[in-house]
């Protein structure tokens, strides 16, 4: 009946959600790798990249498509319309063990995304389970200039490695945005408007 009474009014009702593309790409056998993502367009607004590296795992049913390698990774960072996320390089080195600032990124995501105190949204990956098992670059691009967020958004992510990548080696990615629709009604039904 409310719902009726909202049609009838011709009201808007706007509906915002948080919408996750996920896309692939085979790493080349170099020390870097540029990755340009589709193109988004200004309705959304991405607000976390989470970017991961599986080698030899697709279509395989012995290999455990839960647990990522790191691959020896040196470097990597997210151009958004040329601004860097983070500014600063992580410096990683997996074999010397310095890597805690990607661990605290990936280790955070939950508490950040769901707002959350981090007692009851902590990730509970250790680091030795991080370095081994699930090593995922989590990248904050949730402090935007006003600009990007009225614009075509243009994602790019660069990776350096310390040693080329094994053959096989996959990239996979997700951009977790913003997004807003709204109902708008005509007196008779409901129509999505993307906004």
């Not at 990597?76 to 992580?90: F, H, K, S, W």
């Not at 939950?110 to 959350?116: A, I, L, Q, R």
């Not at 007692?119 to 989590?138: G, H, K, M, R």
């Not at 080696?169 to 408007?193: C, H, P, Q, R, W």
Request: proline share 6%; charged share 20%.
């Amino acid at each position: 009946m409310e719902l009726y009474k909202t049609i009838k009014a011709k009201a808007s009702l706007p509906v915002a959600y948080r919408a996750r593309y996920c896309d692939t790409t085979s790493v080349p056998q170099s020390t870097s790798m540029g990755w340009r993502l589709t193109v988004k367009t200004s309705p959304e607004k991405p607000r976390y990249i989470i970017v991961g590296f599986q080698t030899n795992k697709s279509g395989s049913q012995l290999a455990n498509p839960s647990i990522f390698d790191h691959c020896s990774l040196k470097n990597m960072y997210v151009l958004m319309n040329q601004n860097r996320y983070p500014e600063a390089d992580y410096n990683l080195s997996f074999p010397n063990q310095q890597y805690s600032r990607a661990y605290r990124d990936a280790a955070t995501f939950s508490e950040k995304f769901y707002g959350m105190n981090e007692l009851i949204t902590q990730s509970n990956i250790t680091p030795a389970d991080y370095i081994d098992l699930y090593p995922l670059f989590v990248f904050d691009v949730s402090k935007q200039s006003e600009r990007l967020k009225t614009s075509v958004v243009d994602i790019q992510v660069k990776a350096f490695f310390d040693a080329a990548p094994p053959a096989g080696a996959d990239a996979y990615v997700v951009v977790i945005s913003d997004k807003l629709l709204t109902f708008e009604s005509d007196g008779n039904k409901l129509n999505v408007v993307y906004k």
